[in-house]
C-alpha cells in the first residue's frame, strides 16, 4: 500500500524522488536472509566498511533467515523505497520462486536489481572423522544406508545443487533444510547432517582444522582455493556444475538514480585490491555489472529454475 501511495504522490507532484546526490541520509541497513557465517553474511560483512567509507554512514548488517532466505527477502520489498533498506541475497532469489509459487512478493517487480557482486562454487563437505575418503565410497555407501543431506533452506541453489547431484549420481540422500550455511555447517560438525553443499567461505576454518573434509567439487573445474580436491565431473557426474551468485536489491520503486549510484559505488569496492586480496581465498569470483543487465539475468533465471524444477519434479 505504502508504495501505491508513493507513486500515487509522486503523479500529483507531491513528492519528488530522493536526488542521489543527496543519498544516503542516514544508516543503511543490508538485509542478509541467512543466519551469520554463511558466506553471504561474511562477504556482505567484509563489504560494509568499504561502503561505510564511501557512504559516510554507518551500514549496518541485518540478518533475517527463515524461509530459505525468502523471509529476508520478503522484508526488504515492503521496505520504504528510499535506498537505505537494501538485501544481499543468493541466486536462491531464483530458485526459491521455482518451488514456492505463493511467496508474499514478486520477484520480478517489488525489488529492484541493483548488482551481481560474484559468486562461488560448491564443495561437497562430509565430517572429518568420517570413514569415507572419497565422493563415489560416500555415494555407494548411500545406497545401503541412507545418509542426510543439508541445505541452506528450501528452495535455495544449495538444495537445487543437492537434488541435482542425487538425480546425476543414484545417491539416497534424505534431505534436511536449515536456516543457512551457518546452521547447516554446524548440522555437519554434530553429525546431524552427513553431506553438504557448502562454500569455501563457510567451511573455510573447519576444513583447515580438519573437522571438516571435502570429498569434491561440485562442477567441472578443480578451484584454487582447493587445488588438491576433484571436480565432480572428473568422478563421473558430468551434469553437476552449478554456482551460487550473490547480489544486492532494493525494495522496488527506488529510485534509479539512486539504485545506479549504489551499483557504481559496489562495483568500485570489487575492484578495490586490498578487498580482492581478503576475498579471493574464499573461492570468490568477482564481477562488474549493471542494473539492467542483471535484471536480464534475473528474469531468464526465474524461467530457467521454474522449468528445471518442473523437469526434475523438485518440490517443497
Request: hydrophobic share 40%.
Amino acid at each position: 500500500m505504502k508504495k501505491i501511495m508513493a507513486a500515487l504522490a509522486v503523479a500529483l507532484g507531491l513528492a519528488t524522488p530522493l536526488a542521489a546526490q543527496d543519498w544516503p541520509s542516514g544508516t543503511v541497513t543490508i538485509v542478509v536472509p541467512y543466519s551469520p557465517s554463511g558466506n553471504t553474511d561474511i562477504f556482505a560483512r567484509h563489504m560494509a566498511p568499504y561502503l561505510e567509507e564511501k557512504w559516510g554512514q554507518s551500514v549496518v548488517i541485518e540478518n533475517r533467515p527463515g524461509g530459505g532466505s525468502m523471509v529476508g527477502t520478503a522484508l526488504v520489498s515492503q521496505a520504504e523505497p528510499d535506498g537505505l533498506t537494501l538485501l544481499m541475497t543468493t541466486s536462491a532469489y531464483v530458485t526459491a520462486p521455482a518451488i514456492q509459487p505463493d511467496l508474499p512478493f514478486d520477484p520480478r517487480t517489488d525489488l529492484e536489481p541493483v548488482a551481481n557482486v560474484g559468486y562461488v562454487s560448491y564443495i561437497l563437505v562430509t565430517q572429518g572423522d568420517s570413514k569415507f575418503n572419497t565422493l563415489e565410497e560416500f555415494v555407494e555407501d548411500s545406497k545401503q544406508n541412507p545418509k542426510f543431506a543439508a541445505t541452506a533452506g528450501l528452495g535455495t541453489t544449495t538444495h537445487f545443487a543437492i537434488e541435482r547431484f542425487i538425480a546425476q549420481s543414484g545417491a539416497n540422500f534424505d534431505v534436511v533444510h536449515f536456516k543457512g550455511g551457518g546452521p547447516a555447517v554446524v548440522a555437519i560438525l554434530s553429525g546431524e547432517a552427513d553431506i553438504y553443499g557448502s562454500s569455501v567461505s563457510s567451511a573455510g576454518g573447519n576444513i583447515a582444522s580438519g573437522k571438516i573434509k571435502v570429498l569434491a567439487v561440485l562442477g567441472n573445474e578443480r578451484i584454487a582455493a582447493l587445488p588438491d580436491v576433484p571436480s565432480t565431473k572428473e568422478l563421473g557426474y558430468p551434469e553437476t556444475e552449478i554456482h551460487q551468485w550473490v547480489g544486492v536489491f532494493a525494495p522496488g520503486g527506488t529510485d534509479a538514480d539512486i539504485v545506479a549510484k549504489i551499483n557504481a559505488d559496489i562495483n568500485e569496492v570489487l575492484r578495490n585490491e586490498e578487498f580482492i586480496a581478503t576475498v579471493t581465498p574464499l573461492d570468490w569470483t568477482l564481477e562488474q555489472s549493471t542494473p539492467e543487465g542483471f535484471a536480464a539475468e534475473i528474469d531468464q533465471e526465474l524461467t530457467g529454475w521454474k522449468e528445471l524444477a518442473e523437469s526434475q519434479g523438485i518440490s517443497r
